[in-house]
């Protein structure tokens, strides 16, 4: 039997929840997780992970929530492809069913420094391939 499913145990990220509209007269909630990976990994200590929902209710409780509160988040992961034949983007994000706010004794986590999300940065050419531009 196949099987989709995702359970996430985070952090909101401090970037708050965005709305937008689609063709169809749905509105797609999406916000990102922080969740920590385990082994201590020194270059990508977490993980940041897009969580997307249409339904309105889920997109309230997700906006409802603050910066760096401890959540579970319950979905499938969603695969989209994008853009023109020449150039497809891949994204991957989980479409949640539920989220909730979870107390951090429930999680079972130390207590620990807030994780940083990384800064955006702007694309960086690549020598080899800005020479023959």
Sequence with gaps: MDRNEVRLV???SE?????RPMPS????????VIVRRRG???????????????????GALAKGL????????VGSLRSRIFGPPSGKIWTYEV???SIEAVAQAETGEETEEPVREPEARSP?????LAASA
């Design 15 to 19: 970037t708050p929840p965005r709305e």
């Design 25 to 32: 007269g749905d509105t797609l909630t999406s916000w990102n």
């Design 40 to 58: 201590g990994h020194r270059r990508a200590p977490f993980d940041v992970v897009r969580c997307v929902t249409f339904d309105p209710e889920l």
């Design 124 to 128: 960086r050419s690549v020598a080899y």
């Design 95 to 97: 479409e949640v069913a």
């Design 10 to 12: 985070g952090r909101m």
């Design 66 to 73: 603050a910066a760096r509160e401890q959540v579970e988040v």
